[in-house]
């Protein structure tokens, strides 16, 4: 197919779009309507061979786990998904079967999460990359900025899982244990229940700060601490027994310590909330603490032989 | 600089944003307030060895024109830029000197179109890309199908000038006629003027339908002819006077054609408009007409040896 029967294939495969679309795909720009309050918007994209390996996702996963990357910022921000474009950049070697399954796995994630694809782009490269962009509502946006000494951390979904899957493939390791992590990997979840959750939460003024955990949880944990000037502590124990079982089959499999795999495993997108109270579906893994006198912000795990300051490892594109 | 130290320095550059900014780059998603109205959302992705090279554009030249090749759509639909987030693909070796001036050329492109940079995405590949997403408001949205039988089809901007500055790259062409033509293909301007003129018009009920032109006038038109279900009648003589001197230099140059440079040089960003009264600042190149019974929507092009067919030729990724 060339350029213009893709978009028209795309086109059919995203479908009409939603109450909110007055115009999807097909002119300059799509037209949407309803932004009363606030607008909510972010950016992702995912590249083969840093985000991906065509060897170890399906094209359709590939089309999923974007999709489902970049929704994640909006749960984290407590806002409700509206709309989506996707810029697509494809080698020639992705053939229209390719372009058919990774459309679809964005369909497929576009309609679990509640926003439609009504638009984008289309552009030859040498390598493949997948953009995603969405709009969402929020009421009460919720911030990096806003923990404060005495919240609870509050974690929505397993961390260290897709870590686990993705060292596993790194490293040619077949074991069934492993299978719920390569799952994990291939297939996340945008969590926008708890989004909405936490935007309820939010409007009563619990719900303070929150992030969503792509880059490893002491990594985004980080954010969070430096944003608002205070210093997350996690407890290990809790942290560990959150995840359960699937982390320390994983961790056995692959011969590492579970609570690393937690601390520093990115890509499940598991919501990180810090509240002055519980919120359903969500386990108290540590609290908000004010920082030392003369310490800058941070992130600490407290464990049965004391607590430690933990250095902000994790993904970085250019580190 | 690692990807947070690049971050950081992006946002200095990018700035703190606008009126309809609460929330810009450094959380999870930007938050903007005041769409009311509709929200006239695109997005654009300028690959490598595709839309430049870095040999024949500064990084400065590519994040300035890709951002304006984004911020055309916008004009094209009549809308008013609010807010872009940007989101860059970057090899190891775009070093840090490049990545400050690819920033400060997106920088100075969205200050000129009143769109400041809120937020976006950075991840390492093997390919340069720059993928910019714009949000703006209009109140009437100018599509591509609303084109009539009688109205006027009017130019604003011109058509040919770009195309033929990049031919003189691809063939190594030193002549000082071409320089307006290597300055229309380096630094484009998104017409947001025009747009909002453009805007008023079709508040008014006069401007029906409208394009820009980044694929070449005849591909671009041929999308308005077809969404409108009309043929697009240009007249060469009006079409090449319109562009004037500069496209008769660079046709002598080249050895080719002005008509030609003119009907299928993409990347000018100018505007075309199917309007039923003149507009300010835009010239009169043609006329819609009616299909001819048991044809089909088409482009065609009127000159002194009669009225013939011209195929959408235009830049095709896939084609």
């Known amino acids: 197919m060339n350029e213009l029967e893709r978009i028209a294939h795309l086109a059919a495969r ?41 060897e170890w996702a399906s094209f359709y996963d590939v089309g999923f786990r974007s999709f489902m990357a970049a929704a994640s910022d909006l749960a984290a921000m407590g806002a409700e998904p509206v709309a989506a474009l996707s810029s697509l950049v494809l080698p020639l070697s992705v053939d229209d079967e390719a372009v058919g399954a990774l459309s679809t796995g964005q369909a497929d994630a576009a ?70 992590c390569l799952e994990a990997w291939r297939r996340p979840r945008a969590r926008i229940a708890d989004g909405r959750m936490l935007a ?17 949880l002491v990594r985004d ?34 011969g590492r310590d579970p609570l690393s795999l937690a601390l520093y495993g990115g890509e499940d997108y598991a919501l990180l909330v810090a509240s002055d109270v519980p919120m359903d579906g969500f386990s108290c893994v540590g609290v908000v603490e004010p ?27 250019f580190g």
Chains 1, 2 share one sequence.
Not at 147 to 173: E, N, P, T, Y
Not at 200 to 216: E, L, T, V, Y
Request: aromatic share 4%; with cysteine; charged share 20%.
């Open 14 to 54: 995203f479908g009409v779009g939603g109450p909110a679309v007055r115009v999807g795909i097909g002119d300059d720009a799509a037209v949407l309507e309803g932004f009363a309050g606030s607008l909510v918007w972010t950016v992702d994209a995912q590249v083969d061979r840093i985000h991906f390996r065509v």
């Open 111 to 180: 309609r679990d999460v509640g926003a439609p694809i009504v638009g984008g782009n289309l552009a030859r490269g040498t390598e493949t990359s997948v953009t995603t962009t969405l709009v969402g509502r929020a009421t009460h946006p919720v911030l990096r900025s806003g923990a404060r000494a005495g919240d609870l951390l509050l974690l929505a979904g397993d961390v260290g899982l897709a870590g686990a899957g993705l060292l596993a493939l790194l490293h040619g390791v077949q074991d069934a244990r492993i299978a719920p």
């Open 200 to 216: 309820a939460f939010a409007q009563k003024g619990h719900a303070h700060a929150a992030i969503d955990i792509s880059d490893g």
């Open 221 to 254: 944990a980080s954010h969070i601490a430096r944003a608002s000037g205070v210093r997350l502590v996690f407890d290990a124990e809790k942290l560990v027994t959150h995840v359960g079982p699937k982390l320390l089959a994983a961790a056995d499999v692959l």
């Open 291 to 317: 920082v030392s006198p003369g310490k800058k912000p941070c992130v600490m795990v407290r464990g049965p032989s004391g607590t430690r300051e933990v250095e902000p490892y994790g993904f970085d594109h």
